[in-house]
């Protein structure tokens, strides 16, 4: 990551300013760049002796506003954001209202860098903690944990964790959709969800009852780990007994399914995989059960065949489970 100078054709001027180095992947070759913006595009120059122009990414300026011209270059990375092994760009605004922008440009053969409104985001608020402030807010722990969704049918299955400092990740059906961070506005006494990438989870609010949350944007969320009797605030784990997870379990409720998993009353699991026209699929992988000892739901599936490998395993439902990251599995019989 960096910390955040002029069109198509344009060359290097004495009245640029760099904001930043770096280096882009492109083709498997590593290139030094130093980076410059100006209010209508951000310019990436080759770091050498000649400083020409090497691309060019056009600011969304009807997004950012016409009016706002006091805003400020962040964070910049060249990651590789769609996986083709050559460096894409992104960078952060900060504007003068104490809200931040998110911009994503992709590189693409023959096109350069191209702007990605999917994946960027505008004007979130930022909350500074006031430096007279004795207990700052930025302790979320209360949320800190998996907490699933209500299951009103089969055909979604969701559900997010939350760390401590309020960073979250949200999956349906085993898939990793969105993630983002929390944000607690003190004058509103709200904790508010952001998403990375925007989307109709971004902006919500959070509402913590109990083990329960309701998340306005997305729904209602049960926490997996659940307090005792005691009141003191312990912990207790909830976990069914290995043997009721007996039966033949298919991947999306599917019994023509390309993958479905076989569990006996011990434990012992097998995975299958179909290969078009085979019925009965072939042993891909096998082992046994083992329990999360600080997770309530939550098993792990231990390997025997593939040394070190333990797939984590969420008991959404009643013949419901989520397999690691491929998704949800029913029990169709058993």
């Not at 290139?31 to 120059?45: K, P, Q």
């Not at 122009?53 to 962040?74: H, Q, S, V, Y």
């Not at 979320?140 to 209500?150: A, P, R």
């Not at 299951?151 to 760390?163: C, L, R």
């Amino acid at each position: 990551m960096l910390t955040g100078c002029g069109s198509s054709g344009r060359k290097w001027r004495d009245t640029d300013v760099i904001d930043a180095y770096g280096t882009v992947t492109r083709n498997g070759k590593q290139i030094d760049v130093c980076v410059c913006h100006d209010l209508n595009a951000v310019y990436l120059y080759y770091d050498d002796e000649k400083h020409e122009l090497f691309g060019t990414a056009e600011l969304p300026t009807d997004e950012i506003g016409d009016n706002d011209k006091d805003w400020r270059l962040g964070e910049i990375s060249f990651s590789d954001f769609t996986g083709d092994n050559n460096g894409d760009l992104q960078v952060y605004l900060s504007h003068s209202d104490m809200s931040e922008s998110y911009i994503v440009w992709t590189w693409k053969e023959g096109e350069g860098y191209v702007y990605q409104p999917h994946d960027s985001w505008f004007h979130h608020p930022i909350v500074v903690n006031d430096p007279t402030d004795e207990d700052p807010v930025d302790d979320f722990s209360m949320y800190e944990g998996v907490w699933l969704g209500d299951a009103d049918n089969q055909s979604d299955v969701m559900y997010i964790e939350f760390d401590s400092e309020g960073k979250w990740k949200f999956y349906s059906n085993g898939d990793m959709m969105d993630e983002g961070y929390l944000l607690y506005v003190p004058e509103e006494d709200v904790t508010y969800i952001y998403s990375s990438r925007g989307g109709t989870i971004d902006g919500g609010q959070i509402e913590l009852e109990g083990d329960r949350i309701n998340i306005t944007t997305l729904g209602n969320f049960s926490h997996l780990v659940s307090e005792d009797d005691s009141g003191e605030g312990d912990s207790e784990l909830y976990h069914r007994d290995i043997s009721e997870f007996q039966g033949t379990w298919y991947y999306d409720g599917d019994p023509l399914a390309d993958t479905y998993i076989i569990i006996d009353s011990c434990g012992n699991w097998s995975y299958y995989q179909r290969a078009p026209g085979d019925t009965e699929g072939t042993e891909m992988d096998y082992g046994t059960f083992s329990y999360s000892t600080d997770e309530s739901s939550t098993y792990y599936a231990n390997s025997a065949m593939y040394d070190g490998l333990s797939i984590r395993v969420f008991d959404f439902d009643e013949g419901v489970i989520i397999w690691g990251d491929e998704g949800a599995y029913y029990r169709i019989d058993g």
